[in-house]
């Protein structure tokens, strides 16, 4: 079955049947994964760096809730993400 068909599926009667079968290709891509010694993409390690640039409008109005809230533009920052 192809897969567009496949996701067509998922919204009608056969969906069990349809999404039990991703789950199953999920469990063998894993197990192949673990056999050939490859790591699986959830066991990256992530840094703790964020890189996003934003508008000269956007950095003013962040700083200025920065400062108003005694904080430096990181924590004002994650507090929004």
């Not at 067509?8 to 894993?30: D, N, W």
């Not at 640039?53 to 990181?74: F, H, I, T």
């Amino acid at each position: 079955m192809e897969f567009t068909e496949c996701l067509r599926r998922l919204h009608g009667p056969g969906r069990a049947k349809i999404f039990a079968g991703i789950c199953q290709a999920a469990v063998e891509i894993v197990a192949i994964r673990l056999k050939d010694g490859r790591k699986l993409p959830f066991q990256r390690k992530f840094s703790d760096k964020f890189l996003h640039r934003v508008s000269p409008g956007v950095y003013e109005v962040l700083s200025l809730r920065a400062e108003a809230a005694g904080k430096s533009l990181n924590p004002i920052a994650s507090e929004a993400l």
